[in-house]
Structures are given as structure tokens and as C-alpha cells.
């Protein structure tokens, strides 16, 4: 299971190990991702889950279609 830094909420850290898995090529563009299988991974609340996917999107390294899932779009997001 992923080590979290204790200090820090869970969320933030998500969010920056999905966008390193990203620049590593471990998740690649156009791969389907799930809240559900993160939360299980990741040992988090679908709460947690939820703030951390709301921020992959907003960086757009996610994005979210209705009715199909989240999608990685390979692209890093920028801190605003």
C-alpha cells in the first residue's frame, strides 16, 4: 500500500502520485480509471477519493465523461 506523509492530508498526494505515474508511463493516455480501484489502493475514503479526482481534472490530467468513467489524458496539469 502507498506510504502516506503523515503531515500532509491524503488528497494532495494522491493527486501528485497519479501525476508522476503519469509522467512515467505508467498510466497512459486514454487508460480508464476508477475511483473505486484508487480508493481500494490507495486505502482512502471515497471522500478523500473524491477531492483528489476533483483536482486531477481540474489540472486536466483527468477527464470525466457521464455514463463512460475517467479517463487519463496524458497531459501533467499545471499548478494554478
Do not use: C, N
Not at 477519493?49 to 455514463?67: F, I, S, Y
Amino acid at each position: 500500500m502507498f506510504q502516506f506523509d503523515a503531515s500532509r492530508p491524503k488528497w494532495p498526494q494522491i493527486v501528485a502520485e497519479v501525476r508522476d505515474r503519469v509522467a512515467r508511463g505508467l498510466y497512459v493516455p486514454g487508460q480508464r480509471i476508477t475511483a473505486t480501484d484508487l480508493e481500494i489502493e490507495f486505502g482512502v475514503t471515497r471522500v478523500t477519493m473524491g477531492k483528489a479526482m476533483a483536482e486531477l481534472r481540474r489540472l486536466g490530467v483527468v477527464r470525466t465523461e457521464h455514463g463512460m468513467g475517467s479517463f487519463i489524458t496524458g497531459a501533467l496539469g499545471e499548478e494554478k
